[in-house]
T-cell receptor, first 111, second 113 residues
Framework: TQLLEQSPQFLSIQEGENLTVYCNSSSVFSSLQWYRQEPGEGPVLLVTVVTGGEVKKLKRLTFQFGDARKDSSLHITAAQPGDTGLYLCAGVQAGSYQLTFGKGTKLSVIP | EAGVVQSPRYKIIEKKQPVAFWCNPISGHNTLYWYLQNLGQGPELLIRYENEEAVDDSQLPKDRFSAERLKGVDSTLKIQPAELGDSAVYLC???????????FGQGTRLTVV
């Protein structure tokens, strides 16, 4: 059983469209991180959320942490080809220090 | 500030041969992780170090994998002997402390033939 479930697994959209990807779990996390990974590179940290209900914005990306700290979402407005990549969520469970990753959402933005 | 440095970037070996990967974490980062990533999948933790101590190695296949972090800085991950199924990207990451944000190296892509 995967601790963090990401959906959708694959997403292909046209440039300019909006999208949301999800990261869900039945466990509570003390913090949750979102990464973007391009082919041949390591994951690059985008944001960390730590407070239930927290919303963070990074240009056209909006990240939300669920009130119960069990889930998170990433919304991209007006997607661009440069947003293409593998989006990974990773969480540190409450009471633990282990950083566990979901399987990722592979996003393709078509010009 | 230099990021996490891994070497080599690519390695091709024959099965049953040994292989080693090296990682230099960000200066001052006490926590070091080794992850394995298969194509199109998320990273899976192999081992986590706090300084020189391995505090979580439950996912490390100890019959063939070993790791060390002498002096609590650089780390090496070794596979001996390698199997075809070990082909993957091996990622190293570091963070200031337990539970903090992790920063990744570019990874070592291993191909076992």
């Amino acid at each position: 059983t995967q601790l963090l479930e990401q959906s959708p697994q694959f997403l292909s959209i046209q440039e300019g469209e909006n999208l949301t990807v999800y990261c869900n779990s039945s466990s509570v996390f003390s913090s949750l991180q979102w990464y973007r990974q391009e082919p041949g590179e390591g994951p690059v940290l985008l944001v960390t959320v730590v407070t239930g209900g927290e919303v963070k914005k990074l240009k056209r990306l909006t990240f939300q942490f669920g009130d119960a700290r069990k889930d998170s979402s990433l919304h991209i407005t007006a997607a661009q080809p440069g947003d293409t990549g593998l989006y990974l969520c990773a969480g540190v469970q409450a009471g633990s220090y282990q950083l566990t990753f979901g399987k990722g959402t592979k996003l393709s933005v078509i010009p | 500030e230099a990021g996490v440095v891994q070497s080599p970037r690519y390695k091709i070996i024959e099965k049953k041969q040994p292989v080693a990967f090296w990682c230099n974490p960000i200066s001052g980062h006490n926590t070091l992780y080794w992850y394995l990533q298969n194509l199109g999948q998320g990273p899976e933790l192999l081992i986590r170090y706090e300084n020189e101590e391995a505090v979580d190695d439950s996912q490390l296949p100890k019959d063939r994998f070993s790791a060390e972090r002498l002096k609590g800085v650089d780390s090496t991950l070794k596979i001996q002997p390698a199997e075809l199924g070990d082909s993957a990207v091996y990622l190293c990451a570091s963070s200031l402390g337990q539970g903090n944000e992790a920063f990744f190296g570019q990874g070592t892509r291993l191909t076992v033939v």
